[in-house]
């Protein structure tokens, strides 16, 4: 098979054939088509779409790149999340450590900062020596310890992802339904688990833009988890505003730790407790009580520790990551918060340099933005809507007209 034909071939709205897209998924995942290859496959991709016959082929190309997980016979129910991806959305964070109080397992697979989205892996890594690098052995044996594990796609889980994933976020080659579908659907059949509520983001800040839209990238994952008979569940929210008052890797973990602890924004609250409650065999109120109670915040600290994260700074973030603009945000105008747009918040915390513009770059944990108005809340003109966690004076007063564009009122 030559490469540079089945590229042409997608780009001019051909479809591949299952071997095909194996072949490609192989030959990219060992190092013999090069990134700029994949790049131009995955343009073609974005622009040309694919069957549900190649999303198919491409979920399990991308699956069989690596090994699935093994489970040991009478293990708990083994269950997970995953979002398609949204502006401050930690909910991941949170609902981990959750879900792991109860009898389950939960061997969760995620990605990095993706476009104009956070990832957990980089919100992860901004607790000082946490790692996310966590092999198929050590994640087992995790899970039979604490029942929880959250690490990447690894040499042997889902390298394809790994690799075309990183790609993505600097191709502006992520909002392709079926590059999502075989993204997500990839890890979470990787991770053989029993029981997956997707939640599927709609509105500025996600990727698929529309309700429609949201629908069917949620019907299209759904089927995939159908047919390897994995209890797959879909909840729809709209991201047309930031999840929460954060947005910013080490930000967003210390709103997450809030969370665990009984307190943080509600929506984030609420939004996480909708999920969890889709995939536990408790009910909401036990749910709410491991919240409230300081049991779902010791799973996090039995995490870190596993993980060989420092416990101790994890009520000190803040002070680890500290940037060295940190400054208010005034409204300039008065008025009930019509709108506070995902997009423009995503983007904002984006080029203060929360997320990459050249795959593997380092990010800094430190910036972005936290304190963020809510819509619905009733401002005047000179009040506090957010505060930017900036590396310059320059970069502070940049994020800080970028996100005012976002802001409208009612006057
Ligand atoms: N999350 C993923 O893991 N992959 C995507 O493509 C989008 C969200």
């Excluded at 098979?1 to 089945?6: D, K, V, W």
């Excluded at 491409?58 to 489970?71: P, V």
């Excluded at 972005?368 to 900036?390: E, P, Q, S």
Aim: charged fraction near 25%; hydrophobic fraction near 40%.
């Amino acid at each position: 098979m030559h490469i540079p034909t089945l590229i042409e071939r997608k780009r001019d709205g051909g479809s591949l054939s299952e071997d095909e897209v194996r072949f490609l998924i192989a030959e990219f995942t060992g190092e013999r088509m090069p990134d700029y290859q994949m790049s131009a496959l995955a343009m073609a991709i974005y622009f040309q779409g694919m069957s549900a016959d190649e999303t198919a082929s491409l979920t399990f190309a991308m699956l069989e790149s690596g090994e699935k997980m093994i489970h040991p016979e009478g293990a708990p129910r083994i269950v997970d999340k995953h979002s398609t991806g949204g502006i401050g959305d930690k909910t991941s964070l949170v609902l981990a450590p959750l879900l792991a109080c109860d009898d389950l397992w939960v061997p969760m697979i995620s990605g990095r900062g993706l476009g104009i989205t956070g990832g957990t892996l980089d919100k992860l890594e901004s607790i000082p020596g946490f790692s996310v690098s966590v092999s198929r052995e050590k994640a087992l044996r995790q899970l039979e310890k604490i029942g929880v594990v959250m690490m990447g796609q690894t040499s042997d889980i889902c390298p394809a992802d790994k690799k075309l994933y990183a790609l993505r976020d600097v191709t502006a080659t992520v909002p392709s339904q079926p590059l999502i579908v075989a993204s997500i659907m990839s890890k979470k059949l990787a991770e053989s688990l029993d029981v997956l509520v997707l939640d599927v983001k709609f509105g500025s800040g996600a990727f698929m833009k529309t309700r429609e839209e949201a629908a069917s990238l949620g019907s299209a994952m759904q089927a995939v988890g159908s047919a390897m008979s994995v209890e797959t569940k879909v909840l729809y929210h709209s991201m047309d505003e930031p999840l929460g008052r954060s947005v910013g890797n080490m930000l967003e973990v210390v709103e997450a730790i809030e969370v665990l602890e009984g307190r943080g924004p509600s929506d984030l609250r609420e939004m996480t407790l909708d999920l969890a409650a889709e995939v536990s065999l408790a009910d909401r109120d036990q749910l709410e009580r491991w919240l409230d109670d300081g049991t779902a915040r010791a799973k996090l600290d039995e995490l870190v520790e596993c993980q060989g994260g420092r416990t101790d700074d994890l009520s000190r973030l803040e002070s680890v990551h500290v940037a060295p603009v940190i400054r208010d945000i005034n409204a300039h105008e008065s008025g009930k918060i019509l709108k506070f747009d995902a997009d423009t918040v995503g983007r904002a915390s984006l080029a203060l340099g929360a997320g990459r513009s050249r795959a593997g770059e380092p990010i800094d944990f430190s910036v972005g933005f936290d304190r963020l108005a809510k819509v619905g809340d009733v401002i005047a003109a000179g009040d506090v809507v957010a505060r930017v966690h900036a590396a310059s004076e320059s970069a502070a007063e940049e994020g800080s007209k970028n996100i005012l564009e976002g802001l409208q009122c009612e006057s």
